[in-house]
């Protein structure tokens, strides 16, 4: 789990029907998720965060 703050996001218990939740936030929004059935995958990205290269690396390990 990561720490959130930002405005928009997306609640991980909505993405279930087509998304794969990969990283989740400490509030239950999804801070990364891959679209089951298409190319697709949506970030939020904090580059000036720590950890940053944890989140890269569990992104690259779920789409091999």
């Known amino acids: ?3 959130c703050y930002h405005n928009n996001s997306v ?3 909505k993405l ?3 998304f794969d939740n990969v990283y989740e936030a400490t509030d ?3 801070e990364v998720f891959i679209n089951k059935y298409r190319k697709q995958i949506g970030i939020m990205w904090h ?3 720590e950890n940053k290269n944890m989140l890269f690396k569990k992104i690259i390990e779920y789409l091999k």
């Open 1 to 3: 789990l990561v720490t």
């Open 11 to 13: 609640k991980s218990s």
């Open 16 to 18: 279930k029907k087509f």
């Open 28 to 30: 239950g929004t999804s």
């Open 47 to 49: 580059p000036e965060r």
